[in-house]
DNA sequence: CTGTTAGCGCGTTCAT
DNA sequence: ATGAACGCGCTAACAG
């Protein structure tokens, strides 16, 4: 790979010719500009961006870390975000920490040392973060993004989910139901499925209704359909499901088709974070929708500006932004007779590989 | 931020010992390795990366680029090859080109200008890639993912499209199935949807039909529904439709239940990739599965090994991975009796606000 | 307009 | 076992 020095060589000038050329940072003479881009042209020469780094003490690189890459909120918001970087001139390494707050730290102390130049982050829980600590130790600018925030000027980009979470159970309660389920997918491991269990739970009490606990569900490589068994079999079954997020929903409208009950008639079902395929199946799915791509857009921005100290109006404050109720047909009005659901079907995985071609 | 040289101040000893001390590269003595443990501590020092990478012309990161991470097929391969990444000690930076050649190129300069020691990449078409031509003229370790090698001696992890979508249309023609179209998202912008286009024709051809022309539908913001139409209520209107991808599959699925058409009673769809939440939904989606995340996991084996070099018995060939046919109900058999299909609803788009809370 | 030089953080060679 | 010194690629301050 050629450097400046090679460029210089060949261009019968110094390296900071060269340097000046390239950032255009100074005049040029015209015969010495030509003999420099015949130079760079002939070598193929890129500046470094490491020995930049070093100079300047800044690399014009984000970080993010997410808890998966597989959930469509985040590959979203995880786009926003790299889209808002790259209008800046800004670039982007992506870390994973599925839901381990230990590969959360682990992800942090990587771009620490990979000296980004600020860090954006959805943690498990924003409350008892070690990367967070971390973060805060190195006096890393940094954004939670739909985490709440853990301290009063912790940047964070998020949406009101008690506000939200309690909107949809009054929507639920509006149509007559009046045993609702909340189903959590990863309860311990996000602050928002608590946050949501807490805005239901208390649109309930408001109705009068004692909230039921939490169903956590803890399906990756199986259906939920066993997991469910206990709650659907019941003769005091709930007429409707409130998944703490869309995927969940989608796999449960999945079990409840295998064992024979229809949605919403027999049981309706809603979501939390308004994915794109909750609106391409029938029925589309009912669910509290955030805006991800926005979100990740404006937790880059607000990132950004605490990299560049830019004065705000508001500066360390939780960024809430709005979210909307999809009214989609997974939600139907409570039915007037309610009997227990039981398989119909053998219940079988989801990676049933039935023929190899 | 502390440097080495803060550290070595502190405990009293030259930069080299604490620079062999952090690298464990050589036997220390008791007395100075706890006052470097101490002054670590500390300052909180950390290595800089940036400068480890400096001096040792390798930035153990590696490049990749998909088209969008939105699409689950590619965030699954993304994940696979992310981790394998992190296994190896090399850290990941990953870029998106929304199936624009341009932005691409633009990607794979920025990787070289970030010193990537090796990329990955699925690009729109390996045959007339402006950012496959800069990885070569720049000498960085390449893999394609997805795409077909298009060159002998090209790295490549991908799975026999051709064969795939073959073994797929024998699979509907078995059905009884007659007419059957095929349906591309990106035509254009994808060679692999070409190459299943091509499996697709000549199983067709064997079959003695003719096979019509793709239909390119390029649905982003809206539903496909009015870009079918022509299709659907043709008189002759095909029994099944074969889909270049599963997202695609879905949305055409979506479209067919709100024209009032039933699948598979009177329409057959199969796609292609086996996202998981094609096994979600009722009825489950026929398609033909590449495994994504072990395709991003190969992707960066064969790449750290064109890294460093290590010799294997067969350099630079195009890895096949082997696809599965999933039997899903969304391919029935042929109907008896076939009439147009029209619509039952009006059309509507997919991001309806219906209400905002 | 151009060249010289220092130094960013680090690993390493060569002494000791 | 330890330290001094160089150089990786680059930019900026200074000198001309």
Redesign the pocket.
Known sequence: ?A???DV?DLA?????????Y??G?????V???ARIEAAIFQTG????E???S????ATRTLGIVVPSLTNPVFALSVSGFQLAARLAGYHVLIATSDYDPAIEAAAVETFLGQSVDGLALTVCDSFSSPALATIDAAGKPNVLLFNPADQPDRLAVTVDNIAAARAMTETILSRGHRRVAFLAGQFAASDRSRLRYRGYAAALAQAGLKPPLPLELDFLDTTPDAALLPLLSDDNRPTALFCSNDVLALGVIGALKRFGARVPDDMSVVGFDGIDLGQMVEPTLCTVAQPARAMGERACEQLLNAIRNTPVDDPGAEHFLDFEIHHGGSLGPAPLIVGPIRPVKQLHPYNNKQETA
């Not at 019968?12 to 000046?20: E, G, K, M």
């Not at 940072?25 to 003479?29: G, L, M, N, Q, R």
């Not at 070093?54 to 003490?57: E, T």
């Open positions: 790979m450097n400046i020095k210089a019968r000038c110094s390296i900071a010719t060269v340097s000046r390239v950032n940072a100074a005049p040029i003479s015969e010495a500009r020469y890129r500046p470094s490491i020995g930049r070093l100079k300047r003490q």
